[in-house]
């Protein structure tokens, strides 16, 4: 846990934008307080969509259709998930008794070509933006499609990162709730943003270089923790806890 404050104030100094104590609200622009929080909340949700924060792991159970929808406030019409459409997919795994198998990432043309008769082995994902009509007024929302070649009774569980907060200076959203592991990661992260931003060329190359060590820190711990609560292995990677039956609500 840390305070967005902190955190910028801290990247701030680093990058020598602001001299040690110096407010960054104090910015002659005004502007460098609002730059810091959004590269900061543009950089969390990149590092969530490519899977390093493991805190927000998530799963839904759904049956095994063809094709399954996310929509926020449902759509009886398609019987669509209500829930905002997630970012990314990590992963699909179809029930076999009391485990389940992972299916595998496949290309979108194939699947959509696919005579659909078979049990499913590969799934694909994508969103867009649709129209729909309300009290007759046009408006646009935004639809997750995951589709997969082939069907079969029972159920389907769906990997995915719940989405992170927009982060901001004061009120409920200035605490970042992540584990204190990611501090480090974070950080020089966000020095690496500023320097592209600001072109600080002296700086940049150092801090991208902590920032990639950071990351790889960051995976080597993640891998570490779904390890020791692997038992037995059959695929390599974390989804074996889910097909040897473990709590899909365990947090890594």
């Given amino acids: 846990m840390i305070s967005v404050n902190q955190l910028t104030q801290m990247a701030c100094e680093l990058c020598s934008l602001v001299e040690a104590g110096e407010s960054i609200r104090n910015d002659s622009a005004g502007d460098m307080s609002v730059v810091c929080v959004n590269l900061l909340n543009n ?3 990149d590092l ?4 390093y924060i493991v805190m927000q792991n ?18 009886p019409s ?3 998930i209500d829930m905002e459409p997630p970012e990314s997919i990590n992963d699909v795994a179809r029930s076999f008794g009391a ?3 992972p299916l595998q990432p496949g290309d979108p043309l194939t699947i959509s070509m696919s005579n659909c008769m078979g049990i499913p082995h590969d799934w694909t994902y994508s969103r867009e933006l649709e129209d729909y009509e309300v009290d007759g007024i046009v408006r646009q929302r935004l639809v997750g499609k995951l589709e997969l070649d082939g069907r079969a009774a029972g159920k389907i569980r769906i990997f995915y990162n719940k989405p992170l907060p927009k982060y901001s200076l004061d009120g409920p959203n200035s605490i970042i709730y992540l584990s204190d592991l990611y501090n480090n990661m974070l950080l020089q992260g966000l020095c690496y943003h500023l320097c592209m931003y600001y072109k600080l060329a ?15 820190a960051i995976k080597k711990k993640n891998y570490a923790s779904r390890m020791m609560q692997r038992g037995g292995a059959h695929f390599a990677d974390y989804r074996d806890l889910y097909a040897n039956g473990m709590n899909p609500d365990f947090t890594f």
Wanted: some cysteine; proline content about 4%; aromatic content about 14%.
């Fill in 43 to 45: 950089m969390i949700a």
């Fill in 202 to 216: 002296d700086y940049r190359p150092g801090f991208e270089l902590e920032f990639e060590k950071a990351k790889t």
């Fill in 48 to 51: 969530n969509a490519k899977n």
């Fill in 78 to 80: 398609r019987n669509a």
């Fill in 58 to 75: 998530a799963t839904v159970d759904v049956p095994c259709n063809r094709v399954t929808y996310f929509v926020k406030g449902g759509d």
């Fill in 99 to 101: 485990r389940f198998v």
